[in-house]
């Protein structure tokens, strides 16, 4: 069976930075195409980053850019987000995803999930 394990996650003030990882366990899984995702209380799940197999050319949402950094180390088969300049309206339960599909952006391109781990940033 493969798990996701995303990890980093905590409380932190606004304008504070936190570093999440997702990494693979059980049998063998490389991290292919992986993605962010997150999910506010009441909220969809919305997309954050996205970085290929290769590492070239990351995506963000409008609302991360120029704050987050994806990146991937595929010796370690882990994919990190660094999040800087944290504002309250970004707590939410980060998942990281892997997949396939063309749509990068949405849930459905995805076929494994992690659990997720909650970022809170106060204000």
């Known amino acids: 069976q493969v798990l996701l394990v995303e990890s980093g996650g905590g409380l932190v003030q606004a304008g504070g930075s936190l570093r999440l990882s997702c990494a693979a366990s059980g049998r063998t899984f490389i991290l292919g195409n992986t993605g962010w995702f997150r999910q506010a209380p009441g909220k969809e799940r919305e997309f954050v980053a996205f970085?290929?197999?290769?590492?070239?050319?990351?995506l963000y949402a409008d609302s991360v850019k120029g704050r987050f950094t994806i990146s991937r180390d595929n010796r370690k088969n882990t994919v990190d987000l660094q999040m800087s300049s944290l504002k309250p309206e970004d707590t939410a339960v980060y998942f990281c995803a892997v997949g396939s599909g063309s749509d990068y952006n949405t849930p459905r391109a995805y076929d494994y999930w992690g659990q997720g781990t909650q970022v809170t940033v106060s204000s």
């Open positions: 970085i290929s197999w290769t590492g070239g050319s990351p």
